[in-house]
């Protein structure tokens, strides 16, 4: 990848630049936490994006993408958006950054990446966190903190490309580092590292290749749902802010004055943080046995609880189980994308092999297969 943007670099623009690059992300756990308060558990992997970057001296951005094979020049200011999709990331980038009172220039920028697109592991929050990363780096000198950074990231994802993400994404690219996850309360913005080596073991990914229109409506009933519960325990116990302050026992005392749906996403939510607790210690023992069990734990919740899976996930992990397979669960959103696994070592031919076969059986295509290691996050090569 290296050699091609170089080479791309040295045509285009008869000079050489600075490298950097940033990560996709996998969540080991913590799903649909962010929005009710709680935790979430990511980790940087072994996908990224990286780019070569040097100031012109103009006021124009010169960019040019290679998987995209495509050129694009705009300008810094405020009605400068570019047409294409992919430029947007950058282009908003900068943007946020002017927003804050930082400095950026024009510069010439060659990139590339391997993460896969829209498969659940953040290609563009690492587009962003390389070009966010790289641009405090060359016009602030660094002074902007990496919170910032994934902020900037956020609202570029927010103001210019119409995506209202969370911040777990961004702050997993900038923050991640090679062999620990991190845990992120969603409500304080607090992290903290653990360490992440399951030797004997490897994290893959099984990706269903589908996408289910229901994602957006459900996503924001489910929400609808988390906040009615937590208005209810907030009557009886004010310091509950969000769903995740709540302990379970406060949520049986409301049974009776929610609807069943309402009390089984909420069930769902409060075992959820719990979770990510428990997987915390574990990792602590270096116990991937309890780790695997906490994944399974999670995946039953979210598709009889939460109710987000759909058929193509749930045939994967009840596969996984059959393989036994330590640990899986669906990752992200829900009603598609990926599953996650923990598989031990003399296990993975076998499961792989299986659940590619049995999957293209039952469903008419393949899934896509990603060995994902836990890796270092943004930085300058
Ligand atoms: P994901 O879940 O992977 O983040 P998104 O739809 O949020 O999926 O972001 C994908 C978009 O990010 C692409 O449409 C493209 O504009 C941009 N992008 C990501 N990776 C690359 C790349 N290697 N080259 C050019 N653009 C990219
Ligand atoms: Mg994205």
């Not at 001296?57 to 999709?85: A, C, M, N, W």
Request: contains cysteine; proline residues 2%; glycine residues 10%.
């Amino acid at each position: 990848m290296k050699t091609k943007i170089q080479d791309k670099f040295k045509a285009l623009f008869k000079e050489e630049g600075d490298f950097y690059m940033s990560s996709g992300r996998i969540n080991l756990i913590g799903e649909h936490t962010d929005y009710n308060g709680g935790y979430v558990f990511p980790g940087a992997i072994n996908f990224g994006i990286m780019a070569e970057i040097k100031p012109n001296g103009t006021d124009k951005v010169k960019v040019f993408s290679i998987d995209r094979d495509e050129y694009v020049e705009f300008y810094l200011t405020e009605e400068s958006l570019p047409e294409q999709h992919w430029p947007k990331y950058i282009y908003g980038v900068c943007r946020e950054i002017l927003k804050r009172g930082g400095k950026v220039e024009g510069f010439n920028a060659v990139f590339a990446g391997d993460v896969p697109l829209g498969a659940g592991l953040s290609s563009s929050a690492a587009l962003e966190s390389t070009f966010a990363y790289a641009l405090n780096e060359i016009f602030n000198g660094g002074s902007i903190d990496k919170f910032e950074l994934a902020r900037i990231g956020q609202s570029t994802e927010h103001n210019y490309c119409g995506v209202k993400c969370g911040i777990m994404d961004q702050f997993a690219s900038l923050f991640g580092k090679e062999g620990s996850l991190i845990r992120l309360d969603c409500k304080t913005g607090e992290y903290k590292y653990f360490p992440f080596h399951p030797k004997g073991y490897r994290l893959v990914l099984i990706d269903t290749c589908v996408k289910h229109l229901l994602a957006d409506s459900a996503y924001n009933k489910r929400r609808e749902s988390c906040e009615r519960a937590a208005e209810a325990i907030r009557k009886n116990h004010p310091e509950v802010e969000f769903l995740s302050d709540a302990k379970r026992v406060w949520l049986d005392e409301v049974r009776g004055e929610i609807t069943e749906e309402d009390f089984i996403r909420a069930e769902y939510v409060i075992g959820e943080v719990q979770r990510v607790l428990d997987v915390c210690d574990a990792l602590e023992r270096d116990d991937y046995e309890t780790v695997g069990e906490m994944m399974y734990q999670t995946h039953f919740g979210l598709s009889h609880l939460y109710e987000v899976s759909c058929e193509e996930l749930d045939f994967l992990n009840k596969l996984a189980r059959k393989c036994e397979v330590t640990g899986s669960r669906v990752m992200g959103g829900g009603f598609g994308g990926c599953t996650i696994n923990l598989v031990k070592d003399e296990l993975y031919d076998r499961f792989i092999e299986t659940a590619v076969e049995k999957f293209k059986e039952q469903f008419g295509h393949e899934p896509k297969i990603y060995n994902v290691v836990i890796s270092d996050g943004a930085r300058k090569l």
